[in-house]
């Protein structure tokens, strides 16, 4: 009977069914550890499973049934309701723990991932520890009697605002890093805030998004290209424009931070591209019209594919939003 609970759970999210009910376990079974999920959870213990189970596909809560660590960047999507119950209020919850049938804690699980991305409103992590860095992108992030080992970034001041981090006794929520608005940087939830190599080079690829904002200094080997076609502010409606903010700002728009890019080489494919805010080291090669230098500096040279590229970039000499290029101008 256990290995055929124990199999159903590892093959079925719908499982709870038999592992999360209150009826009496028969005698010569042992009763698996229990979060308070109902039939609509997602009990998950391996990488695909959990990642479907954030998805906008998946579940109000997805309970944990051990330690999970994978190399992926997370995204919790989609709007749920507590319980699964369309007449309650938004919620979405992580549950990274165990409880007995008098819901004392059992076991506490960590997830470790390079990346978590909060899409879903009222989003709680609960019960366990979260190792990497969390990008909000919702109101009403809650950490409850958890632990979140990196930083929190908000996209906006009103999605931090609206957070909590549980400082109830026993059931304090803590997080290593900064708490922080990252997006600052005019970004929202279309945007891609990042903070290390593989994340940055997605986020200019032609899957990417409008702007990216980094959140430090970046050094790559790598020869980059940005490309693909975006609109402002991730509008269709807008006129084609992409940004790279090199840099932090408070909710009154004063740069709190500049950051500087570091690769060998930079090429341009995407229609009006901006550098703004910090520095790149490198030379820039340019295959689009609009390319754009703003409170910025290229500490390199820029290579232009045809004349009329050049003819339509933008150094910006207007006082306090100079850009400058330390090296050539150049068609080559």
Known sequence: ???????????????????????????????EPKVDVVTTASLVNEEATFINAISKDGTWIIATLNDLTTDKELVV???????????????????????????????RYTLTAPKLTVK??????????????????ANGFNVTDATVDGN?????????????I???????????????????????????IVNEETAFINAI??????????????????????????????????????????YAQDENKKVTARYTLTAPKLTVSSPNFKIQGGTFKG????????FNVTDATVEGNVYFATQEFKD??????????EGKVTGTLEVK
């Open 1 to 31: 009977m256990k290995k055929l609970v124990s199999l159903l759970l590892v093959l079925s999210m719908t499982a709870f069914a038999i592992v999360g009910c209150s009826q009496k376990p028969a005698e010569t079974a042992k009763e």
């Open 77 to 107: 999507e989609g709007e749920f309701r507590n319980k699964g119950d369309a007449a309650q209020d938004l919620y979405r919850k992580l549950a990274l723990y165990a409880q007995d049938e008098n819901k004392k804690v059992t076991a």
């Open 120 to 137: 879903s409103p009222n989003f709680k992590i609960q019960g366990g520890t979260f190792k990497g860095d969390v990008y909000v992108e």
């Open 152 to 164: 929190v970034y908000f996209a906006t001041q009103e999605f931090k605002d609206s957070a909590v």
């Open 166 to 192: 549980n400082t109830e006794a026993g059931k304090e929520g803590k997080v290593t890093g900064k708490l922080e608005v990252a997006s600052a940087a005019d970004a929202v939830t279309s945007a891609s």
């Open 205 to 246: 690829s032609k899957d990417g998004t409008w702007i990216i904002v980094t959140l430090n200094d970046l050094t790559t080997d790598k020869e980059l290209v940005v490309e693909g076609e975006f609109r402002n502010k991730g509008d269709a409606a807008q006129d084609l424009y992409r940004k790279l903010a090199l």
């Open 283 to 290: 030379d820039v090669y340019v295959q689009a019209n609009g």
């Open 312 to 321: 339509s970039a933008v150094i910006n000499t207007e006082a306090g939003k």
